[in-house]
């Protein structure tokens, strides 16, 4: 009998510029894992931002070597896409497997992760500036 060892979980960033951070997803993104996607990911990002400054706009992610995705994933990635989206960082996702397609299209939720940010809006309203004359 051969006992299952799941794949380890990890986040490792691919290439990043400016405007776009391309990170790779591998092994499991399940139960067991998906609270360590959201802090593997925030590092990222925070890291991009310590380097460039709030210019990143396109958040690429890469399936390739995912083994496995469960609902606790799905959160994980939606939850993602709650950070990202308001801070004008549109997802990208890319060589997801199979299965991980299956399930943003059967959940509905493929064209909400992946729809463009409009630009954070990044000016002040006029009462933060004071009264004026």
């Known amino acids: 009998m051969t006992s299952y060892l799941p794949a380890e979980f990890s986040v490792t960033v691919q290439t990043a510029d400016a405007q776009a951070l391309h ?4 092994g499991d993104l399940d ?8 802090p593997a990911v925030a ?3 925070d890291a991009h931002a310590e380097r460039y400054g709030p210019t990143l706009r396109d ?14 994933g799905l959160s994980a990635l939606l939850g993602l896409h709650r ?5 004008g960082i549109t997802l990208h996702l890319h060589h ?5 397609t299956r399930m943003l299209k059967v959940t509905g ?6 729809q463009h940010a409009p ?3 990044t000016a002040v309203p006029a009462e933060a500036n004071g009264p004026t004359g």
């Open 43 to 45: 590092g990222a990002l």
């Open 83 to 87: 950070r990202t989206h308001p801070a």
């Open 96 to 100: 997801q497997p199979v299965y991980l």
């Open 119 to 121: 630009a954070a809006d």
């Open 59 to 72: 958040l690429h992610l890469d399936w390739a070597e995912l083994t496995a995705f469960d609902s606790s």
């Open 31 to 38: 139960y067991d894992t998906s609270d360590d996607f959201a």
């Open 23 to 26: 990170l790779a997803v591998h």
């Open 109 to 114: 939720v493929t064209g909400h992760l992946t």
